[in-house]
C-alpha cells in the first residue's frame, strides 16, 4: 500500500494514468474510493492521483484539532514527495475548501482549481447541520447513519429514478474496510466548521472552475455563486437533476466538465 510520511502523518495515495498531474481532494468522511466514478475516465489524459486526507481512509487520523490548512499542507506535502512540480487541482465538498487554502497558501504549486460542490465559509445553518451529525454519530447505527447522512447527499430525483444505485452506494460504504474513526469524524467536523477562505479569495489568481448541482442541499448552488463573485475571473458551471454527490449521481457530466476546463474549452465568467 502506498504510503508517504508528510506534516507529521502517514498519508495513503493512489496513481493512475500519465501526462500532466492532476490531484482529485475529497469531501468530508470520503476517501480516495470516492473518486471510483472519476478516476479512469480522467486518467486516460491525465496522471491522476488520489489520496486519503487526514482522519479518514487509510491516512493517519491523529488528535484534533484539524483544521483546513492543516489538510493543505498535508496535500501540498504530498504533491512534494511524489516530485510534482504543479498540478491541476480538483476538489469538492470539504475537499473544496482544502483546495481553496492550497490554491492561496501554495501558488506556485497549483496549475488550475475546480472547486465543486463548496463554499468558503460555512453559514450558521452549516454549523447547525454539522452540530447535528455529531449527534447522529453518537445515537445511532452505523446502518441508520449512512442512510441518514444519504438524505443529505443526493438529490430526490436519484432516490426517485435509481433507488437501487442509492442502496448500492449505502452497501459499499457499509462495506468498507476502513470506515472513518470517530477522531476522524470530529476533526474534519471541527476543521469545516473554521473554514474562512472568503476575504482572502480574490488572491487566487489560477484557471479556476466552480461546479455544483441544482439540486444540491448541503452545500447549496447560493455558496457557489459567492465563489465565483469573489474569484478573479472564475467560471460557473451547474450540473442538474443531481445533488451533492453529483460526481456520482452525474458522473459523465462531471467528468466532462472536468476534462472540457482543463482543456481551455469552458471560458472564464460565463455563467
Keep these: 500500500m502506498p504510503k508517504v510520511t508528510v506534516n507529521g502523518i502517514r498519508m495513503f495515495y493512489e496513481e493512475t494514468g500519465g501526462g500532466e498531474p492532476l490531484i482529485l481532494i475529497m469531501g468530508f468522511g470520503g476517501d480516495h474510493l470516492a473518486w471510483a466514478f472519476q478516476v479512469r475516465a480522467l486518467a486516460e489524459h491525465y496522471r491522476v492521483v488520489t489520496f486519503d486526507n487526514r482522519g479518514a481512509g487509510q491516512?493517519?487520523?491523529?488528535?484534533?484539532?484539524?483544521?483546513?490548512?492543516?489538510?493543505?499542507?498535508?496535500?501540498?506535502?504530498?504533491?512534494?514527495?511524489l516530485g510534482i512540480?504543479?498540478?491541476?487541482?480538483?476538489g469538492v465538498s470539504m475537499g473544496g475548501m482544502i483546495a481553496q487554502e492550497l490554491?492561496?497558501?501554495?501558488?506556485?504549486?497549483?496549475?488550475?482549481?475546480?472547486?465543486?460542490?463548496?463554499?468558503?465559509?460555512?453559514d450558521t445553518h452549516m454549523k447547525a447541520l454539522l452540530a447535528a451529525w455529531r449527534d447522529m454519530r453518537a445515537a445511532l447505527t452505523p446502518d441508520a447513519l449512512v442512510r441518514a447522512l444519504m438524505l443529505w447527499l443526493f438529490s430526490y430525483r436519484t432516490y426517485d429514478e435509481r433507488p437501487e444505485f442509492v442502496e448500492a452506494v449505502i452497501q459499499t460504504a457499509l462495506?468498507?474496510?476502513?470506515?472513518?474513526?470517530?477522531?476522524?469524524?470530529?476533526?474534519?467536523?471541527?476543521?469545516?466548521?473554521?473554514?474562512?477562505?472568503?476575504?482572502?479569495?480574490?488572491?487566487?489568481h489560477c484557471p479556476t472552475l466552480v461546479s455544483v448541482a441544482e439540486d444540491d442541499i448541503l452545500v447549496p448552488p447560493r455558496f457557489s455563486r459567492e465563489l465565483v463573485a469573489r474569484i478573479p475571473g472564475a467560471a460557473l458551471r451547474a450540473v442538474v437533476g443531481a445533488g451533492h454527490?453529483?460526481?456520482?449521481?452525474?458522473?459523465?457530466?462531471?467528468?466532462?466538465?472536468?476534462?472540457?476546463?482543463?482543456?481551455g474549452k469552458i471560458s472564464p465568467s460565463r455563467a
Design 59 to 81: 491516512s493517519d487520523a491523529p488528535e484534533p484539532p484539524y483544521t483546513i490548512r492543516t489538510m493543505a499542507d498535508d496535500t501540498a506535502g504530498l504533491i512534494a514527495a
Design 85 to 90: 512540480e504543479r498540478a491541476h487541482v480538483v
Design 103 to 122: 490554491a492561496l497558501a501554495y501558488p506556485g504549486r497549483v496549475r488550475s482549481l475546480h472547486l465543486g460542490c463548496t463554499t468558503a465559509r460555512p
Design 175 to 204: 462495506a468498507n474496510p476502513f470506515p472513518q474513526s470517530l477522531m476522524g469524524f470530529l476533526g474534519q467536523a471541527a476543521a469545516i466548521e473554521h473554514h474562512d477562505t472568503l476575504a482572502r479569495l480574490p488572491g487566487i
Design 245 to 263: 454527490v453529483y460526481f456520482w449521481e452525474q458522473a459523465d457530466a462531471f467528468n466532462a466538465l472536468c476534462l472540457d476546463f482543463l482543456a
